[in-house]
């Protein structure tokens, strides 16, 4: 008994030491086992030899949500989005508030409703489309409010789908910010 206590010791001490260094060393720790401190990734569209189906994307087990999600609260109640939910970002005009916002625009809003906001018939999509997207500068999108919006954005509308999935929940309102400065740099 006292030997494997012995020796038991002995090996901890000595793994210990092993992975315990004064920082000058430039050779790489001794991995004991392999695939153990880096294991192979894989990527959601390729051949995963071990899963059921063999597919390496993975569909979330039932009722889970990412962290920091916050379902949507209104659903398809479009009139009751636009009267309650209120933009905490209102009026914000930060350098920061409109990159994040002119980001999000440009990357997913700008293909059909044109870079500065002018509408369908200006964008090369647009023009191809029957119904033309709005343009976002027009009296009638000017008195909607942010909530009304940001419901469309979330939700879609018409034709245009949903960009829930596209535009993070935390950076919607900033994209209704830009909007908003869109609209007020066109006044000039």
């Not at 315990?20 to 192979?40: K, V």
């Not at 909530?147 to 789908?161: A, F």
Request: charged content about 20%; glycine content about 10%; overall charge neutral.
């Amino acid at each position: 008994m006292k030997n494997i206590f012995l020796f038991t010791a002995a090996l901890g001490l000595s793994a210990g030491l092993i992975g315990c260094t004064d920082g000058t060393h430039d050779q790489p720790n001794i991995e004991l086992i392999q695939d153990f401190m880096i294991t192979p990734a894989i990527k959601p569209q390729t051949l995963d030899e071990h899963a059921p189906n063999k597919i390496g994307m993975r569909v979330p087990p039932d009722n889970t949500v990412p962290v920091g999600f916050k379902p949507y609260a209104y659903g398809t109640n479009a009139e009751k989005a636009a009267k309650e939910n209120k933009n905490p970002l209102s009026g914000n005009e930060s350098e920061a508030v409109l990159k994040v916002g002119e980001k999000y625009f440009e990357t997913n809003c700008a293909v059909c409703h044109g870079f500065k906001g002018e509408g369908g018939e200006h964008t090369s999509v647009g023009e191809k489309m029957n119904l033309k997207p709005p343009s976002l500068l027009s009296e009638k999108i000017r008195k909607m409010s942010d909530g009304g919006i940001y419901h469309i954005v979330t939700m879609g509308q018409g034709v245009m789908g949903p960009y829930a999935s596209h535009v993070p929940q935390e950076y919607r309102w900033q994209v209704i910010n830009y909007v908003r400065n869109l609209q007020k740099n066109s006044e000039k």
